[in-house]
């Protein structure tokens, strides 16, 4: 971040974070405030540390985290929007069909493990098999890295269907109430249900031909970019390299106001140079390289293990087998045989 988008930022969340002056002492500024969460937020740097760089004793720090980052939520929140009408549902499906050669795609959708530090008197359902706590991120994510809904707060011990199957998302889209296309659909990972407009991979074992594997590598060529969303998180936010220590509810805090800066700087700063956070594909040797965010260690946002869904209905099936007749079709990318030869 820039110091004009500092500055910018700062003009927008003063009013709510500026104190009064009193009789007894003089309110600490709300540059300084800002400056000490952001530089937390960047540089995972405990309170301690900051403490000694900016002269301000921790437990004035811990008193006005949550604060400020309830205030960078409260005004930067609407960059995280989920589209309301087709036109802006077909701008995404447009812009995957061009970046990613899907075609009526909405969004890629993804889960992750936000770890918590050992909390004491913690409730047992934010304990994860892995003797973590930890509570889970949900997202979808267009075409160009951006979060465009954000789920925060389930218990890590929750499964990844019963995560979506609360989401407000899922209520809403079974409502009907977001003008979503009739031939739109989301992209996946295994651990979602399969569904007539959410697709995921088909299953390695039984039959599975050449059709099914270029639709796997398709679908996991969209789905990447929820994979990068959460790289570029990671690699501009180190506060995610360690289980993060704060309570549960600073926790959800914490992550939604790193999503909101994370959006708010994609859209607001377009030449802002991010490529080198993710993975790219040799179309001529048939491999992925790894973007430079793997080097990046992550401790507190991690992958969760997928637990395999069946009892897909009828039509769930043949909409997906349709996509994959497509692709082998009228729907062809040259390299696609070499990518999914790469394994052979």
């Known amino acids: 971040m820039n110091e004009a988008k500092f500055d910018e930022l700062l003009t927008m969340v003063t ?39 900016y002269r301000v004793p921790r437990c004035s720090i ?5 604060a400020v980052c309830e205030a960078i939520w409260i005004v930067l929140r609407d960059f995280i929007k989920v589209p309301q009408s087709e036109s802006e549902w077909r701008k995404i499906m447009n812009s995957f069909y061009k970046m990613w050669n899907f075609p009526n795609c909405c969004g890629a959708k993804d889960r992750k493990l ?8 913690s409730a047992s359902e934010y304990f994860y098999y892995k003797k973590n706590f930890s509570i889970i991120l949900f997202a979808v994510v267009d075409a160009n890295y951006n979060l465009i809904y954000i789920d925060v707060g389930t218990n890590g011990r929750a499964n990844d269907a019963c995560v979506f199957e609360k989401s407000t998302l899922n209520e809403v889209i079974t409502a009907n109430l977001l003008n979503i296309p009739n031939e739109g659909v989301f992209v996946a990972d295994d651990a979602f249900p399969l569904k007539t407009n959410i697709l995921k991979p088909y299953n390695t074992r039984g039959e599975f031909n050449e059709k099914h594997k270029v639709f796997n590598y398709r679908l996991s060529r969209a789905r990447r970019v929820v994979e990068n969303a959460f790289g570029i998180l990671v690699a501009k936010f180190r506060i995610f390299e360690k289980p993060i220590p704060p309570t549960v509810s600073k926790v959800e805090q914490l992550v939604k106001t790193t999503c909101a800066l994370h959006n708010w700087l994609r859209k607001t700063t377009p030449n802002i140079n991010l490529q080198y956070s993710l993975e790219r594909e040799d179309w001529e040797k048939g491999c992925i390289i790894p973007g430079e965010r793997r080097q990046v260690p992550s401790e507190a946002i991690v992958g969760i293990p997928q637990t395999r869904l069946g009892n897909h209905t009828e039509n769930a099936r043949r909409v997906r087998n349709m996509f994959a007749e497509k692709f082998i079709t009228t729907n062809i990318v040259p390299w696609q045989l070499q990518m999914i030869r790469r394994v052979e």
């Open 15 to 53: 009013p709510l974070i500026q104190k009064e002056n009193t009789m007894m002492r003089d309110a600490l500024p709300a540059r300084v405030k800002l400056q000490i969460i952001l530089r937390h937020l960047a540089t995972g740097d405990c309170f301690g540390s900051l403490e000694a760089l």
């Open 62 to 66: 811990s008193s006005f985290f949550e």
């Open 114 to 121: 936000v770890k918590i530090r050992c909390l004491p008197n």
